[in-house]
């Protein structure tokens, strides 16, 4: 008797999901408790478990939708082990190359692609090693199949003389069938400058974000107040002791511990930016004060941006703080985020500087009312403090600061960005308190 896999709970808003994709194959024997699918929700991508040892039959596709509890295969638990503990390859039929000879046969069992992608593939003959996958983490889709082969049908791009630089089919196709649309894309008239348009799905994260986003623009008087400041001294420190702090702790020394160090300060100065406008029992509006300081820190992955909590950041060390980063940012892009990790946050950092950016205003991260954006370091002149008149290089930030205008006073919300800018150009201050 088979036992069936259903997709299980994956948190208390979360009603449906996207198949991912598959990690075994159809056929493949898998043991007990070993992840056989992805699960990709609007909060969070996990492994779904096969429930027994035995032959994984798949009856929904990578791709498709799915609701929690919905069975999605089965698993065969008569089936014996087979002996060299897994299902073997299966080899792909040979292709006809366009002179006539037999083309090698196509292994497409390695390749990360999609069961239907992987059919398409068999069918025609086209070794998927060399299409660009446009899925999650660059699996292989049953559109990006058919595209190559589309291409391939029309000669493949009119790469003559040379090898038409770049190609990414690998083999050709026997006999090519008439195209097939992709399933989400209408018709539509092919540009007069040549070249294709292609439609996917929007991932659940995807959409997610982009809900998310617009409610912050909807809901909040969002305003964002600039300013900047001289990291020489922060650079100075870290430089310093970088080796040491490292050699202790086992963690780097970064600029973002110096900067939820700061926000922690300002945040303790200026309480109402730490607090949030909730909706109350009656429907009216109140302010949710917080007493403590759960310091959100943005991280893009493949899939779209994540904000994982950094919790109780007032009484983290810089080592701490340093090691907490680390650690969610690398299973955030991993897909390894627990639901309850990236909920409850009274504050946002985002370091655009990561990625180049000089200046930006971030979007608030609701309920939310205020969000720091950090940005690239740039030599730039400036007087000199110490010596009034004189120009003098320094590595500069600029600093954003969006805040709900709701709640937040423009007076406020320009002290609170001082305040993060004085402890970042005096670190002195953040050890005293001040």
């Known amino acids: 008797m088979a036992v069936d896999i259903v997709i299980p709970a994956a948190g208390e808003s979360v ?36 429930p027994a040892a035995g032959v994984l039959k798949i009856a929904v596709g990578a791709g498709e939708t799915v609701s929690i509890g919905q069975k999605v295969g089965a698993i065969d638990d008569k089936a014996a082990a087979p002996a060299g503990g897994g299902a073997p390859a ?7 190359s366009s002179n006539g000879k037999a083309a090698p046969a196509v292994a497409t069992e390695d390749v990360r692609a999609t ?3 992987k059919k398409l593939a068999d069918e025609h003959g086209v070794n998927l090693s060399g299409v660009h996958g446009t899925g999650a983490g660059g699996r292989v889709r049953e559109q990006d199949a058919q ?33 097939r649309p992709a399933p989400s894309a209408p018709p539509s008239a092919k540009p007069e400058g ?7 799905r929007m991932s659940p994260l995807r959409q997610r974000i982009a809900a998310r986003l617009v409610e912050a623009q909807h809901t909040a008087a969002m305003l964002t107040t600039f300013n900047e400041c001289d990291m020489s001294a922060v650079m100075a420190l870290r430089s310093q002791y970088k080796e040491q702090f490292e050699k202790k702790h086992g963690v780097g020394l970064g600029f973002m511990s110096f900067f939820v160090k700061a926000v922690v300060g300002a945040l303790r100065a200026f309480p109402t930016v730490n607090a949030s406008i909730v909706t109350g029992d009656k429907g009216d509006l109140e302010i949710e004060h917080h007493d403590f300081y759960d310091v959100a820190v943005a991280v893009g992955t493949p899939k779209g941006l994540v904000v994982p909590v950094l919790r109780g950041c007032d009484r983290l060390s810089f ?18 985020l627990a639901l309850a ?48 008149g004189s120009i003098v290089l320094r590595p500069m930030m600029y600093l954003a600061l969006s805040y709900d205008h709701r709640l937040v006073d423009g007076a406020e919300a320009v002290q609170f960005l001082v305040a993060v800018k004085n402890a970042i ?10």
Request: charged share 20%; proline share 7%.
């Open 115 to 117: 069961p239907l992608a």
């Open 194 to 200: 040549g070249g294709t348009s292609r439609r996917e």
């Open 90 to 96: 299966k080899a792909a039929p040979a292709a006809q």
């Open 15 to 50: 009603t449906s999901g996207v198949v991912s994709r598959w990690l075994k194959n159809d056929g493949d024997y898998v043991r007990r408790d070993e992840d056989v699918l992805e699960l990709e929700t609007d909060k969070v991508t996990m492994g779904v478990p096969s």
């Open 147 to 179: 595209t190559n082969i589309e291409g391939k049908g029309r000669g493949g791009g009119g790469g003559g003389g040379g090898g038409g630089g770049g190609a990414l089919v690998a083999a050709t196709v026997a006999a090519p069938s008439p195209a």
């Open 319 to 336: 080592n701490q703080i340093e090691a907490g980063i680390k650690d969610l940012g690398a299973r955030a892009r991993e897909g390894k």
């Open 341 to 388: 990790e990236m909920q409850g946050g009274t504050f946002t950092i985002t370091n655009g500087g990561v990625y180049g950016s000089l200046m930006s205003t971030p979007i608030l991260n609701p309920p939310q009312s205020g969000i720091l954006g950090m940005h690239a370091i740039k030599s730039r002149p400036i007087e000199d403090a110490k010596s009034p």
């Open 425 to 434: 150009e005096d670190p002195q201050r953040l050890l005293i308190g001040l």
